[in-house]
């Protein structure tokens, strides 16, 4: 079993920044992919969206609104995953909520979420 806790989330105006950090306890071991979601507002589970996530070896995947604006970066040996939001846009306003995907034994895991809120 594989825990995960959130924070880093608040109130940001347009254009600021905001830094997310996700820490994972537990069985924590093997070939695994940690990420990062959101949900919009008003919107239910089966819209959160993918923003970005990050390999065991270091590989990274945006999606592209963040493209450029956001910046995933891992740390092994402390387990956790950390997420640098840059330039932020209303848009961007969310629950974000931390995923740990084991390749090794197919399972998957999430955080209770972190509300990050862009407004002027």
């Known amino acids: 079993q594989v825990q995960l806790v959130e924070s880093g989330g608040g109130l940001v105006q347009p254009g600021g920044s905001l830094r997310l950090s996700c820490a994972a306890s537990?069985?924590?071991?093997?070939?695994?992919?940690m990420g990062w979601y959101r949900q919009a507002p008003g919107k239910q589970r089966e819209f959160r969206e993918l923003?970005?996530?990050?390999?065991?070896?270091?590989?990274?995947n945006y999606a592209d609104p963040v493209k450029g604006r956001f910046t995933i970066s891992r740390d092994n040996a402390k387990n956790t995953v950390a997420l640098q939001m840059n330039n932020l846009k209303p848009e961007d306003t969310a629950v974000y909520y931390c995923?740990?995907?084991?390749?090794?034994?197919?399972?998957?895991?999430w955080g209770q979420g972190t509300q990050v809120t862009v407004s002027s």
């Open positions: 923003v970005a996530r990050i390999g065991s070896g270091g590989s990274t």
């Open positions: 537990g069985t924590v071991s093997g070939i695994y992919v």
């Open positions: 995923n740990f995907n084991s390749l090794s034994w197919g399972s998957n895991y």
